[in-house]
Structures are given as structure tokens and as C-alpha cells.
């Protein structure tokens, strides 16, 4: 596993244990001392996120801004309690917020984001192929296995699909790569069959316990990629 694999996993779960990255870290200090201080950088974060809001806090505020509100003509000074109060709604939503939902609320959102936060990352004719051997041992995670190459596999690693521990493939494509996401359910994110902006389109398939998302440009043929997909994945659950 090359350095920039190894960045990639562990950023994507400073917990792997995945084969390939216990082996790297056994085999380099410094990959070992890098997975470390991630590991010890998302416990901070853990800890710095469980901060417990007091009971009935939002109430409270709501009331403290509606009554200054009111008195806002009569006494001007009560504006600076107004704004404060203001101030400290939208911490507590924004807080709320972060911990407890999501920017997205169905999978094709997320998937095309997902794409273009990692474009210019994969090159269409990159040399480094997967092979399906390595690839099948990563889908165990999930139950799955493909009898087959759907093609050539540039890319094939864990990666954080909302939050949810998922798998991240690209293929080589025509004219550009083709993202393939296999995703644990989740009722966080509604399903989405089809979906597309003014570059990028997608599909969705729902099986019993993943969805597998496939995104590509408008040369390839989406209903191709999720008939081989269909014909060439099976689950043991």
C-alpha cells in the first residue's frame, strides 16, 4: 500500500483494520506514527463533541428573545439581550445541527458531492489497476462479493459516505472515471433511483442490506453498468 492509500484509509477510519493497512503500519514507523495521532486527533474531536445541552435550553432562549422582542421600542437597552439571545439560538441549532444531521438528505446528493470533492484525484488512465482478489476482501466488510471485473479497478478502498463506513471504487470509463459507492443503509438519506446535474449522472440500487451507487459522465451507460452489476454481485445475507 502506497503512502497516499494509506493517508486515504486511515482519514477515512483512523480505526482501520483492514489487512493491507495493519501490514503497512507494521512495515513503516512513520505510517504507524501517523495513524496514531489521527487516531488520538478523532478521540479529541469525540470529546470536544459531548458536550451535553442543558434541558429545555432552546425553550428557554426561544422565550428569553420573544419577550425582548416585544419590549424592543419601550426599551431600547433590551436589544443587546435580544441579539445575545439570538446569538446563542443559533449556536445551539448550529450545534444540533452538526451532531445530528446531515447536509444531504438523499443518496444522489451525496454521492455527487462525495465525486467532486475527490476530483482531480483519479486519472482515466492511471496504470495502477485493483486486482478482484483485493477488491472481494474489502466487500467481505459488507457481505458481498463480485464474481467478476466489471472492468479496469484503479481505485478501491474504505471511505466515510455520510458518515456511514462504506466503499469507494473507481473504474476506468471512456472518457472520464466511473465512481461505484457501496453503502450500508441508512434512513438518514432517502433513496435515489436516478439523479444528475449539468455534468455528472447517477443510479442507485437497493438490495437487501446496501446500496450501490454508480456516477459517471454522459458517455457511459448507466442501465450497462447496473445490469453487470446486478449479474456479477451476490450477498451471503
Known amino acids: 500500500m502506497d503512502d497516499l492509500q494509506f493517508r486515504r484509509a486511515i482519514y477515512a477510519d483512523p480505526k482501520n483494520q483492514d489487512a493491507d493497512t ?17 487516531c488520538q486527533l478523532d478521540e479529541k474531536i469525540m470529546r470536544a463533541l459531548q458536550v451535553p445541552v442543558p434541558e429545555g435550553l432552546s425553550e428557554k432562549l426561544i422565550l428569553r428573545q420573544t419577550l425582548a422582542s416585544h419590549q424592543v421600542q419601550k426599551r431600547k437597552t433590551r436589544v443587546h439581550l435580544a ?40 486519472a482515466n488512465n492511471a496504470t495502477n489497476q485493483v486486482s478482484l482478489t483485493a477488491l472481494n476482501q474489502k466487500m467481505a466488510t459488507f457481505d458481498g462479493n463480485f464474481s467478476r471485473t466489471l472492468g479496469k479497478l484503479i481505485f478501491a478502498d474504505y471511505c466515510r459516505f455520510d458518515g ?12 472520464s472515471p466511473v465512481t461505484v459507492f457501496i453503502v450500508p443503509k441508512n434512513e438518514q438519506l432517502s433513496f435515489s433511483a436516478d439523479f444528475n446535474d449539468k455534468k455528472l449522472f447517477g443510479s442507485s440500487m437497493e438490495f437487501n442490506h446496501s446500496n450501490i451507487i454508480v456516477v459517471a459522465d454522459k458517455n457511459e451507460s448507466l442501465g450497462q453498468w447496473q445490469q453487470n452489476i446486478s449479474s456479477t454481485v451476490s450477498w451471503s445475507i
Open 164 to 175: 456511514m463506513k462504506s466503499l469507494h471504487l473507481v473504474y476506468q470509463g471512456k472518457t
Open 22 to 38: 495493519i501490514a503497512a503500519q507494521q512495515n513503516d514507523a512513520s505510517k504507524r506514527q501517523f495513524a496514531q495521532d489521527i
Open 83 to 122: 441579539l445575545a439571545a439570538s446569538v446563542a439560538i443559533v449556536g445551539g441549532l448550529m450545534l444540533n445541527f452538526m451532531q445530528f444531521s446531515s447536509a444531504y438528505t438523499n443518496l444522489g446528493d451525496y454521492a455527487l458531492a462525495h465525486v467532486y470533492h475527490e476530483q482531480g484525484s483519479f
